[in-house]
């Protein structure tokens, strides 16, 4: 298990467009590895490669579900539902700050395996809420970049019932 030091927003890497991965290898094996351990030990159900330094197309993502972790190197969403979903959103780079997004209610993902074999995977609810925000993330984008409103300390202490940070 390794857990590595997540970036916080001032960083420029978080804001930098993240190359293709091209080699699917045993450091790309460790990468996702510890980006899992890094996730789940900041009890998170997402993290993008950039959020540790690693300016590559691949994130991790496990909303609990039982798709487990899931990884998505390359990753393109291929359709977005014209149905969408507003709740909370944090992010692992943003600690202690939470704000409200509109997402799309459902979304497919065309991704490679850490083998490099491509598929499809469609997302709903929290887990293409995840998508989209994991995927931002490859482009320098982040959910205070797109988010209706920033809550109030007292609303991020309150039991709004949504999501988890990703
Ligand atoms: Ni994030």
Do not use: W
């Amino acid at each position: 298990m390794a857990v590595r030091e997540i970036r916080e927003l001032g960083e420029d890497v978080l804001r930098k467009i993240c190359k293709p991965v091209e080699k699917f290898d045993l450091r790309l094996a460790i990468l996702l590895k510890d980006m899992a351990d890094t996730m789940h030990d900041a009890d998170g159900v997402g993290l993008a490669a950039p959020q540790i330094g690693i300016v590559r197309r691949a994130v991790v993502i496990d909303v609990g579900d039982e798709h487990g972790v899931i990884e998505l190197i390359n990753p393109v969403i291929t359709e977005r539902s014209e149905e969408t979903q507003t709740g909370r959103e944090g992010c692992l780079s943003l600690p202690n700050r939470q704000g409200v997004v509109t997402r799309p209610m459902r979304v497919k993902v065309h991704a490679q395996d850490r083998h490099g074999r491509p598929f499809d995977l469609e997302g709903e609810g929290l887990l293409a809420r995840a998508i989209c925000h994991e995927l931002d993330h490859l482009d320098g984008h982040l959910y205070i970049d797109c988010m209706d409103r920033e809550l109030t300390e007292e609303e991020i202490e309150g039991h709004i019932p949504e999501d988890d940070e990703t």
